[in-house]
């Protein structure tokens, strides 16, 4: 059964860095694309940076443009989330996922599976 499960998560202050990792068992993930996606208290779940299998082109939500950096190593079947200067906006849930599909950038449907999420905790 394929797992995805994220590590790194925690408390941090606001302008520190925090890097997430994901290990994916269970199948290779080298031909699917790969995405952060975060959701905070009270909001919906949002796409923070996507990684395809083709070309390695990236996505970044506006707000963590030039902050954080999304990586793979399918070697290790694991994709990496560097966050640096941090927010405190940017306290969430943070999930990573992966997609078979093309059209990945779309959202969360198109994303079919899941890790269990990491807590991300910014303190200003």
């Known amino acids: 059964q394929e797992q995805l499960a994220e590590a790194g998560g925690g408390l941090v202050q606001a302008g520190g860095s925090l890097r997430l990792s994901c290990a994916a068992s269970?199948?290779?993930?080298?031909?699917?694309?790969l995405g952060w996606f975060r959701q905070a208290p009270g909001k919906e779940r949002a796409l923070v940076a996507t990684?395809?299998?083709?070309?390695?082109?990236?996505y970044y939500l506006d707000s963590v443009k030039g902050r954080f950096t999304i990586s793979r190593d399918n070697a290790k079947n694991t994709v990496y989330l560097q966050m640096n200067s941090l927010k405190p906006e940017d306290t969430a849930v943070y999930y990573c996922?992966?997609?078979?599909?093309?059209?990945?950038?779309?959202?969360?449907?198109?994303?079919?599976?899941w890790g269990q999420g990491t807590q991300v905790t910014v303190s200003s």
């Open positions: 990684i395809s299998w083709v070309d390695i082109s990236t």
């Open positions: 996922a992966a997609s078979p599909y093309s059209d990945y950038r779309r959202g969360a449907s198109r994303f079919t599976s």
């Open positions: 269970g199948r290779s993930f080298g031909s699917y694309a």
